[in-house]
């Protein structure tokens, strides 16, 4: 028998997160709609010092403009050498309009020097679930060290830096199930299927 879909809305602007929620939640009775099936709405401003307020916001946001039970990622790195940044500013932490090749070299310029056991970090990712009576988060953390140059050519983002102790390579190399098997959106949104399969 057919089991019937549901539609959440994954309220981001990145692609590659978009694609990771997707491949996560696949084989779940629920269809994930991205921002680009509904008429633009003025995004909220994602200030906030914190990944848990911005989560909220971006879901509270998109389940107010379009109706339909949202969810929102609000994610970063952490590196311990920085004292946790960029951590909440990780998209933004070259500039304004940075490229994540920028965002990887201002880290590599500013970890320079450091030794092997100076070098540890953490993805950080917080899925946030607004709508039908909820609003919840979830927190993934997943944790690795920072290499010296880029290897791998997978995922996004800091990915090809970032080498997890896990999986004993770095993301960029990993394949997307392994990925998204231990990684921080892959841990936080657990809870969130949860709470989804509960409701179909
Ligand atoms: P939305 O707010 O529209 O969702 P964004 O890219 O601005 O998109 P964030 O403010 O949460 O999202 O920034 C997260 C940044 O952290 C992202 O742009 C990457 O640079 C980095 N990041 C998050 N998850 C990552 C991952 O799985 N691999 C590599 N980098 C990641």
Redo the contacts with the bound molecule.
């Keep these: 028998m057919k089991r019937s879909t549901r539609q959440i809305l994954a309220a981001?602007?990145?692609t590659d997160?978009l694609r990771?929620i997707r491949q996560i939640l696949n084989g779940s009775d629920w269809e994930v709609v991205s921002l680009n099936d509904f008429p633009p709405y003025p995004e909220p401003p994602?200030n906030a010092e914190t990944l848990v307020e911005?989560a909220l916001e971006?879901a509270r946001e998109g389940y107010q403009h379009t109706g339909i039970i949202t969810l929102?990622?609000?994610?970063?790195?952490e590196v311990d050498y920085l004292n946790g940044r960029p951590g909440v500013h990780?998209?933004r932490y070259a500039g304004e309009n940075a490229s994540?090749d920028d965002?990887v070299d201002l880290l590599l310029r500013e970890i320079d020097g450091a030794q092997e056991n100076e070098r540890t970090a953490r993805?950080r990712?917080v899925m946030a679930l607004v709508g039908a009576g909820i609003e919840q988060w979830w927190e993934g953390v997943s944790e690795g060290i920072i290499i010296e140059t880029r290897k791998g050519s997978s995922?996004?983002?800091?990915?090809p830096v970032?080498w997890s102790h896990e999986l004993g390579k770095t993301?960029a190399e990993a394949s997307s199930e392994d990925k998204n098997r231990v990684?921080?959106?892959g841990q936080a949104l657990i809870g969130l299927s949860n709470v989804l399969n509960e409701l179909t």
């Design positions: 981001t602007n990145n997160k990771e994602e911005n971006k929102a990622d609000d994610s970063g790195l990780s998209a994540y965002n993805f990712c995922g996004f983002g800091y990915d970032f993301f990684s921080h959106r």
